[in-house]
């Protein structure tokens, strides 16, 4: 079974930065699509941003601009780059890969979450 591990999540103070990264426990066939989800409390997850195995990225109105997102194809790996932080990005970010196996079946796989505090 295939296991997303999150790393790079923490404090960061408004305006700062962090830098998510993404990546999966053994090899996969295909990923076409990566992204990066968020939760906070009491409310759904909600997609941040998106990236396809062409280079097509999707943004939330909320980050463009702020944050990028970005995937190594050789390391299955994808990666979010945050700037001008705000407290309102406060949440638990989970990466999430949408895959088909070499028999064409579809499997999404979520990391387990990391957390993201923007606070003074």
């Known amino acids: 079974q295939v296991q997303l591990a999150e790393s790079g999540g923490g404090l960061a103070q408004p305006g700062g930065s962090l830098r998510l990264s993404c990546a999966a426990s053994?090899?996969?066939?295909?990923?076409?699509?990566m992204q990066w989800h968020r939760q906070v409390p009491g409310k759904q997850r909600e997609l941040v941003a998106s990236?396809?195995?062409?280079?097509?990225?999707i943004y939330d109105d909320s980050v463009k601009g702020r944050f990028t997102i970005s995937r190594d194809n050789d390391k299955n790996t994808v990666s979010l780059q945050m700037n001008n932080l705000k407290p309102e990005d406060t949440a638990v970010y989970y990466c999430?890969?949408?895959?088909?196996?070499?028999?064409?079946?579809?499997?999404?796989?979520w990391g387990q979450g990391t957390q993201v505090t923007v606070s003074t």
């Open positions: 999430k890969y949408k895959t088909t196996t070499r028999d064409n079946e579809i499997r999404d796989y």
């Open positions: 053994e090899s996969i066939f295909r990923i076409f699509i």
């Open positions: 990236i396809s195995d062409s280079g097509r990225t």
